[in-house]
């Protein structure tokens, strides 16, 4: 009997939080049989109090009433605590790794312009082959004056951190002449020397491999990049002369090809100010041809005689290589908009050959860049 009048009760508690607004009146209405605490705690069963028998049924409630026994359940769970929230700490990134740019990020341009003061200087044993019917042509070159070598940046800065495309053209272009002693049979004689350098760069540059705690944008200068690309060169020099036996000799050596190259940077920051470090290796491998010219006129028992020699177009392979080391500059207020470096520059060519005919090119010198993004 008692479990018959323990289950009446729950149920009719059930009833009171699902039922409708007109059964749930019914059942307010409605006295619920009572049981004796004492009883049902000494029988081992849960104590179910009787629901009140005064209860009127109130207009409907945003919410639903609570069951009887539950009481308020909004006091019942404890509060929560959210203040952990607004402590929490992100986590660093970690010390290296690639980290591309948001997806949110446009491209953007950028570009620069450099100017170089470089002292070069040919290395050169320039003679006509021994299969040549004539007279050995063979001439030195002379020293070559310090030259302006400017250089021009243009990149496009690729969106969601897929890299960049960068074009960069330089030219250099000097000349000399000294007077030697013994040029000739006869004496002292002059002689000068030019030499015009171009290289025209096609580069993809990877995306940033930033340090710990630095930002990503559009616009950034990186700490270390790295790029692969295409390098279209042209070497061209002469060297003429003019003396007592020797009336004139004129050789020259001209050089066009293509081939790849890659270059790695690295620029990490010294002070707060904006002054950072500044390293940067370049290597190229250029094949194409070179074609030499040999001509002559002396003097031979008293009568000028010419002799000229062409070798015609030679396959070769060039090797050029490049470091920097100095030092760059981001004003404050100008962070990721601008840069400027000042570096010492070492470059050489090598393999400039034909198959009796040998040069090489050493450039030297300071070289001052500036760079922009916008």
Not at 155 to 183: D, N
Not at 308 to 314: D, E, L, M, P
Not at 357 to 363: D, I, M, N, R
Request: hydrophobic share 40%.
């Amino acid at each position: 009997m008692r479990t018959w009048l323990i289950s009446l009760c729950a149920l009719a508690s059930l009833s009171e939080a699902v039922a409708p607004p007109s059964a749930l009146a019914q059942t307010l209405n409605t006295p619920a049989p009572t049981v004796n605490n004492t009883t049902a705690i000494s029988n081992g069963l849960p104590v179910i109090p009787a629901a009140p028998t005064n209860q009127t049924q109130t207009p409907l409630q945003s919410s639903p009433p609570a069951a009887a026994g539950m009481g308020n359940t909004s006091s019942a769970l404890p509060p929560t605590n959210t203040s952990w929230l607004m402590n929490a700490q992100i986590p660093p990134s970690p010390p290296w790794g690639p980290v591309l740019i948001d997806s949110s990020e446009v491209s953007s341009w950028y570009g620069g312009f450099e100017i170089g003061f470089l002292k070069p200087k040919l290395f050169t044993s320039l003679t006509t082959p021994a299969a040549f019917n004539g007279p050995v042509i063979s001439q030195t070159v002379s020293s070559i004056d310090w030259a302006g070598a400017p250089k021009l940046t243009a990149g496009y800065r690729l969106s969601e951190g897929m890299g960049e495309l960068q074009l960069s053209y330089r030219l250099l272009a000097s000349s000399g002449s000294e007077t030697l002693g013994v040029y000739d049979t006869a004496g002292p004689g002059l002689i000068r020397s030019r030499l015009n350098a171009n290289t025209i760069d096609l580069d993809y540059v990877a995306p940033e491999f930033l340090g710990e705690g630095r930002e990503t944008s559009h616009s950034y200068f990186r700490y270390l990049s790295f790029g692969i690309g295409l390098r279209v060169a042209t070497l061209y020099f002469d060297t003429q002369g003019a003396g007592r036996q020797l009336l004139n000799q004129d050789i020259s050596s001209m050089f066009t090809g293509i081939g790849p190259r890659t270059f790695v940077e690295w620029n990490p920051a010294l002070t707060d100010n904006g002054l950072a470090l500044h390293t940067r290796l370049e290597a190229s491998g250029v094949v194409g041809s070179i074609d030499q010219k040999f001509y002559q006129t002396a003097l031979n028992a008293g009568m000028p005689q010419a002799a000229a020699y062409n070798t015609g177009s030679h396959n070769t392979g060039v090797g050029i290589g490049s470091f920097e080391a100095g030092l760059t500059y981001t004003p404050l207020g100008f962070e990721n908009r601008l840069r400027f470096t000042l570096a010492y520059s070492l470059e050489q060519w090598w393999n400039v050959n034909t198959d009796d005919s040998k040069a090489k090119l050493f450039l030297q010198g300071i070289v001052a860049r500036a760079e922009f993004s916008y």
